[in-house]
Nanobody, 117 residues
């Protein structure tokens, strides 16, 4: 079964760090553009960071300089290193993979990140 499994969410104080990891099964990430969305209660889901198969990254303005997305195609993982966390970063974070060859987007189950003041 092709799916994504996330880990690394939790509770952290403002200024702290978390590292989210997403594991893709079925070698899905190797053939996909991947990234992370987040959604806070009452807000739209927003793209936080993405990385192409070629390694080109994009970040939301709100996280530039604080978050780093990376991928390891051999391990079928994509990580999001989150530093200098702010309370406004509190959200459920979702890993996604766009498998272009099959016109499919896959999602992780979501991982709660809570940043306290």
């Amino acid at each position: 079964q092709v799916h994504l499994v996330e880990s690394g969410g939790g509770l952290v104080q403002a200024g702290g760090s978390l590292r989210l990891s997403c594991l893709g099964f079925g070698s899905i990430l190797r053939f996909a553009a991947v990234g992370w969305y987040r959604q806070a209660p009452g807000k739209q889901r927003e793209l936080v960071a993405s990385i192409t198969r070629g390694g080109t990254t994009n970040y939301a303005d709100s996280v530039k300089g604080r978050f780093t997305i990376s991928r390891d195609n051999a391990e079928n993982t994509v990580d999001l290193q989150m530093n200098s966390l702010k309370p406004e970063d509190t959200a459920v974070y979702y890993c996604y993979a766009d498998v272009i060859s099959s016109y499919s987007r896959y999602w992780g189950q979501g991982t709660q990140v809570t940043v306290s003041s």
